[in-house]
């Protein structure tokens, strides 16, 4: 019999949503973690944020499994606070139904951790065939991941959440505080927040999780993360230590392509010069990317 420690070291938390169609893989996934970690536990927790729609999980003496319910649908931003909220874990893994993570993604970011307030590793992206790449080919776009300008100025360096071990203590307040009701952003206004505050981040370039492919993702809907993306930048100001310059480069760049598409011909030319602190930066990291130096 596995004797459970008074309190975990990681808390792994799921939103749930409508039926548990990568719920059974995800649980073997987990307790393959637990078996493997050389001390310590995990707890799962997972926040159904579909009520009409029942969980139906094993039981299993090797991990505690905490459960919550919405009473209506409330996003995957609240589905995750929920979750935090009850969360005992020295360290918190956010990881989505449809996720994968290596069979020792616990113990190998445990170990490689140390000081720091979080953890980012590689990750295989899976494509519609179930053929996998890696993500960050290039030591370059790998590098930026630590930089807060290609956060504001072009897009998410973080293709999910199930990528970062997070020191629980360091969840910026103004995260908990702040809902973001369309899907979509809610984690990078979680990165920005702590990038903005300087945070202690590391990072481990094997890959441990895997993107899959759903053919759903909110992530592949670019028109969604625009609006989504745009929603942060009222909750931002909230927050004394993310800069003004922040705020404003998210917006431009984020409304930008919505405001170019509506525009007339004639019109673009001059929009595109008036932009030209959005677009040369992007350009720049496209090229870098290219030619990975």
Known sequence: MFIMEATPIVSIITPFYKGNRFLPSLYQNIIRNQYVLEEGRIEWILVNDSPDHKMELPINDRIVIKTAVHAKNSGIHQARITGLQMAEGKYVLFLDQDDEIADDYVRKELALIKDNEMIICNAYEENEDGSRRKLYRSSFKWGMITNLEPYIKKCNQIISPGQCLILRSSIPKEWKENIIHKNGSDDLYLWIL?????????????????????????????????????????????????????????????????????????????FMLASSDILLPKVYWKIREMLNI
């Open 194 to 270: 702590l990038l903005s505050k300087g945070a202690k981040i590391t990072t481990n370039d094997e890959c441990l999780y895997v993107h899959k492919y759903t053919g759903d993702n909110v992530s592949e809907d670019l028109r969604k993360m625009e609006h989504s993306t745009l929603e942060i930048v009222d909750v931002l100001s909230k927050s004394p230590y993310v800069s003004e310059r922040t705020i404003h480069y998210i917006r431009k760049s984020r409304s930008f392509k919505m405001k170019f598409e509506r525009m007339r011909a004639m019109q673009k030319l001059g």
